[in-house]
């Protein structure tokens, strides 16, 4: 089990590596504005998972609704 966590733990870290020389490569002067734009995409993404685990049922726009308010209105769907 050992072997095989460190073999997944070297594959994911030196591809870290590799996708950022990669992106230091083709983005030339614009390497730090593109690693910033990266980590706001990854915080977006975070974002959007944990409302994800907050309001696991399919519902669209009426689950969070519903969740905050507990009024008749949010349960309709509208504004």
Same mark, same amino acid.
């Given at each position: 089990m050992?072997?095989?966590?460190? !073999?997944a733990y070297g594959n994911v870290g030196s591809s870290i590596y590799y996708a950022l020389g990669l992106v230091a490569?083709?983005?030339?002067?614009?390497?730090?504005?593109v690693c910033v734009a990266g980590g706001l995409f990854a915080l977006t993404a975070k974002t959007y998972a944990e409302g994800a685990t907050m309001f696991p049922e399919?519902?669209? &726009? &009426?689950?969070p609704a !519903?969740?905050? !308010? &507990?009024?008749? &209105?949010s349960s309709r769907g509208g504004p």
């Open positions: 050992l072997s095989l966590f460190s !073999t490569a083709h983005a030339l002067g614009l390497t730090p504005l399919a519902g669209g &726009r &009426r689950s !519903t969740g905050s !308010t &507990r009024s008749s &209105r």
